[in-house]
């Protein structure tokens, strides 16, 4: 197990290493520098380069990186060209918001596709083809669109529930579910036919396979089969698709931050985008792959110990 | 023997490569829904390339007196806050996001196809690369990248879009790679024997028919997903900027004016969806045209389905059944097995009769096809999907099966009848280690404590000759050898302390000398147990070991029954003489194999009169007239064959 982990580290730091570079020479070639982004592109070219001068911008790309990284390593990622705040510090803050959407969205993702995607597998019947269908139907239907309208008829015709605007947990646990409700569902809604689909599939590969023929012509009684032989088999593969379904989740919260108005990581990398604001952006794509490399991570632990075959890789 | 099996299997290969090639674009065209999605979108792209001329008004055009207006005969889709023509707005926009969508698939396409194709097609370390670099480039969050492509580049679109299209490649390349891989895999098999046809025009030829339907389906779904993104792009003002229309702009516009008017909401992201969701259809099309399916034929599968239907046929016709007065564990009369097929039904098993008595082997043997393994498994009731036993009668020692139902037949397995299948590794669950499985095999057929089975377990491993019981009980299955996995499904099955042990060609899967061992292990398990022994098998070196008697398939039916020593030397049916002459039992040594020409035909393609006159010498025309009933020959040995009477002249 810990040859997984190490293995998957040996992978993971250099990519988030890679990541990182190439958003530095990126930024670099766009043209611009931190000194105009900074004063505005009224300012004289003479204080731009000595403001450059001052921050360290005008010494070779390789050079700022390293001392970009050696920064980043310990948790500094540097101030906002805009406000001059500490990158870290604002983006820690705005961890909890994007959480919870994208958490409670996987729930909601997880527990409706795999009953869903189960009763199918067992069931038959019009519960798989809908599932089919909704899965066409969610890849399909643009997200901030299906916003919009459960914001039109949710929010505004019926108001059930607040349109917009973020409660924290601390402040209010109540005010917090109601204002998640309408941004989850939305969220999470075009992925659930999609996992649903894939546990169905899964399962029923395992039920043609041919263990569970010989369990079957052994006696065992069908719900030991399904909920502990079929069950485990099938879990790895569904993982795996819930861990990638994760990660859409993630970059799903920036449209659902904006439509819904929270102040999340979504929110903020779309004010830097509009800004310029290059540390922002640099440190958001380093946090964002971060959390993409801890997901993948998790899900290859938890497939290590589902599948001895995997393990053994 | 083997080799007509193998002949079957090419034939049947290259019929489906030919088969996929071939019939690819009247498959497709076939699908209406496929057809249908090509067409509306066929039609918007027309009417976006050519808005100049298609569209009512200029898409920067006021109507001030009709401002956030449903819609009218002026205005088809109405008006924005400004007064704009909406369905003006939507064409013009449409060339943003179809460019974009082009951008993105294009890139995504040439990256993707170059890297599978060479990555498959070459291997060697070019694969590792490819494939490494798929790996990481999976990796990256695409949202994010997208963002960060428009912050540094400032709202540069087909930046982002080409972005995407690099995001989303290695998806594509994967696709394309496996598919490349199945089919030089498969052309490997098939050109390798069929001489003269070779190899790189052939190849180059199947390959691309071979990929052409997985990466078409690949790229309709980028397509898709590079609308979305378009629009999202759009929607978040980080696109074309306005007053400019975009496809996602439009929807931006129509978030502001819904305090006033929802009205522009539906044309907007209508838009959107029609087109994502045709290219999404389109893919299932392609993809269902490609693995030549009808469209919508994924049928309700189920573990419901699983149960298997069964009903009490007629009773039938004799032959092969017990004779009077004498005790039998299993018996077995008038059993039809039928399998879906399509939206029909195809029998594969068609009125078998046999009986087996207590302690008793008997070998059922036949090529690959004849429906030896379905006839054991209509026994057992644990058959594919959807799958359906008819029979007058199967008994168990005095039970008849027929009428239990799947709960009370379940009681049977396991307990009163054990099984053992063909491949032995696979026939054990991946996921627990074998003695897990051992153990809780125990404890369901037993009804003891955990302790109580461990041990039981352990005695079960010592009985089948299982070496070093504790190390192996904590493998997986995919650790052990063919063998050792063998003995541990035997010791399975023995947990319930069956009486009758059907073994499903228990040692097909094995070497030669571990054949032996099993062979060996299963002749002494029956003699400490007394219980009576099915074995399916092809191979007559194991019936002459094992068994007392044997039954002889053939297309679904069995044409002869006797026991083992006067079946081998005095065949009566000429498909067993020609099975006899094509294996090595009572040849002598470096002697040439015989082959039987010919393969068995098809379920479904039964012939009406003997179904092994086309490759049969001694056929005439009597013998195609009509259906062939079995023909009692001496004491206990029948034979479905009306030419019998020929049998001794030939043979000498």
């Known amino acids: ?313 | 023997m083997s080799a007509v099996i193998e002949g079957a299997a090419i034939q049947e290969q290259s019929r489906r490569a030919a088969e996929r090639g071939a019939g690819f674009l009247p498959r497709l065209v076939r699908q209406p829904i496929a057809v249908a999605c090509s067409l509306v979108l066929l039609v918007i792209v027309l009417a976006c390339v050519f808005a100049q001329w298609v569209s009512p008004y200029e898409p920067l055009d006021q109507d001030l007196q009709n401002t956030a207006a449903g819609p009218s005969a002026s205005h088809l889709l109405g008006t924005d806050q400004l007064g704009r023509d909406i369905l003006s707005r939507m064409l013009h926009g449409g060339q943003v996001t179809l460019l974009g969508i082009v951008q993105a698939v294009v890139v995504c396409a040439v990256i993707g196809l170059f890297l599978g194709l060479t990555a498959g097609t070459l291997g060697g370390w070019v694969e590792t690369v490819a494939m490494r670099l798929c790996d990481l480039l999976l990796a990256v969050p695409g949202l994010v990248m997208l963002l960060v492509i428009l912050g540094i580049y400032g709202n540069n679109e087909a930046a982002a879009m080409i972005t995407l299209g690099v995001i989303m490649a290695p998806t594509l390349a994967r696709v394309v790679y496996s598919a490349t891989i199945a089919v030089r895999e498969e052309l490997y098999v098939a050109s390798a024997r069929v001489a003269g046809l070779t190899s790189l025009q052939i190849m180059r030829r199947h390959i691309l028919s071979g990929v052409t339907g997985p990466a078409l389906t690949q790229i309709s779904i980028v397509a898709a997903v590079a609308c979305i993104a378009e629009a999202g792009i759009g929607y978040l003002g980080l696109g074309v900027a306005p007053p400019a229309p975009s496809w996602g702009n439009l929807v931006t516009d129509a978030q502001n004016v819904m305090p006033i008017s929802a009205w522009m909401l539906v044309p907007t992201g209508g838009i959107i969806a029609v087109v994502t969701l045709s290219l999404t259809l389109l893919g299932n099309g392609i993809r269902d045209a490609y693995m030549g399916r009808s469209s919508g034929s994924a049928k309700a599968f189920s573990w419901r389905a699983l149960a298997v239907k069964v009903s009490q046929a007629a009773s039938p016709a004799g032959g092969g059944a017990a004779p009077l007065g004498q005790e039998s564990i299993l018996s077995v009369k008038g059993m039809t097995v039928r399998l879906p097929r399509g939206s029909s039904e195809v029998t594969i098993v068609d009125d078998v009769n046999f009986h087996v008595a207590p302690g008793e082997a008997v070998a059922i043997v036949g090529e690959s096809g004849c429906g030896k393994s379905m006839t054991i498994s209509g026994v057992l009731r644990v058959l594919p999907m959807g799958a359906h036993v008819a029979a007058a009668s199967i008994s168990f020692k005095g039970a008849e099966l027929t009428s239990l139902s799947e709960r009370e037949m379940n009681a049977y397995r396991g307990t009163g009848i054990g099984f053992i299948s063909q491949e032995p590794i696979s026939s054990l669950n991946p996921a627990f280690t074998v003695g897990h499985q051992l153990e809780e095999a125990v404890r369901l057929h037993r009804g003891v404590g955990k302790g109580k089975a461990r041990q039981i377990a352990r005695e079960l491993m010592a009985r089948v000759r299982l070496p070093e019981p504790d190390a192996v009980a904590k493998k997986y299955p995919h650790e052990l050898s063919g063998g050792m996995a063998q003995r541990i499904a035997i010791a399975r099955a023995l947990a319930g302390e069956p009486e009758l042990l059907i073994a499903d060609e228990p040692t097909t899967a094995l070497d030669v000398s571990v054949q032996c061992e099993i062979l060996d292990l299963l002749r002494d398990l029956r003699e400490q147990t007394g219980m009576a022994l099915i074995l399916v098998t092809h191979d007559w070196g194991v019936v002459a070991e094992a068994c007392d008697r044997a039954l002889v398939m053939y297309a679904g039916q069995v044409v002869e029954s006797a026991d083992v020593r006067s079946i081998i030397a005095h065949p009566a049916h000429p498909y067993t003489r020609a099975l006899l002459q094509s294996s090595s039992v009572g040849i002598a040594p470096r002697q040439l194999l015989p082959v039987i020409a010919g393969t068995v035909p098809a379920p479904g393609f039964w012939p009406h009169g003997c179904r092994f006159a086309s490759r049969c010498e001694l056929a005439e025309d009597a013998c195609r007239t009509g259906p062939i009933p079995m023909v009692t020959l001496d004491e206990g040995s029948a034979a479905r064959c009306i030419r019998t009477d020929v049998d001794e002249l030939v043979r000498t």
């Open chain 1, 1 to 313: 197990m810990l040859s997984v982990v190490i293995r998957r580290l040996i992978v993971a730091v250099p990519l988030m290493g890679v990541i990182s570079f190439i958003v530095f020479v990126l930024s670099s070639l766009a043209g611009g520098s931190v000194g105009q982004a900074i004063l505005g592109p009224t300012a004289s070219a003479a204080s731009v380069a000595a403001l450059n001068a001052k921050l360290g911008a005008d010494r070779p790309v390789l050079v700022q990186y390293v001392d970009w990284l050696r920064h980043a390593i310990t948790g500094d990622l540097g101030l906002s060209v805009v406000s001059g705040v500490p990158v870290a510090d604002t983006i820690a803050s705005r961890i909890p918001v994007t959480m919870s959407l994208a958490v409670g969205a996987l729930l909601l993702v997880i527990i409706l596709g795999v009953t869903s995607g189960a009763i199918a597998a067992i069931r038959g019947g019009i519960i798989g083809r809908l599932a089919e269908v909704l899965a066409v139907l969610g890849r399909g239907l643009p997200s901030f669109w299906l916003a919009l309208i459960a914001v039109l008829v949710f929010g505004v015709n019926l108001a059930w529930l607040p349109v917009s605007g973020y409660v924290p947990f601390a402040d209010s646990p109540s005010g917090w579910i109601q204002s998640l409700i309408l941004p989850v569902v939305v969220l999470g809604v075009s992925e659930i036919a999609l996992v649903a689909v894939v546990t169905r599939a899964e399962m029923l590969s395992a039920m043609r396979s041919d263990y569970v023929r010989s369990l079957r012509a052994n006696g065992y009684p069908w719900k030991r089969i399904v909920f502990k032989h079929v069950a485990k088999n099938a879990a790895g593969p569904v993982l795996t698709m819930v861990s990638l379904v994760f990660v859409s989740l993630i970059g799903g919260t920036i449209l659902m931050e904006q439509i819904f108005g929270m102040p999340g990581l979504g929110t903020l990398m779309v004010s830097a985008t509009t800004k310029h604001d290059l540390q922002v952006i640099q440190g958001l794509a380093v946090f964002y792959t971060a959390m993409v490399v801890v997901v993948f991570l998790l899900t290859d632990i938890a497939s290590g110990y589902l599948n001895a075959k995997a393990r053994a890789r």
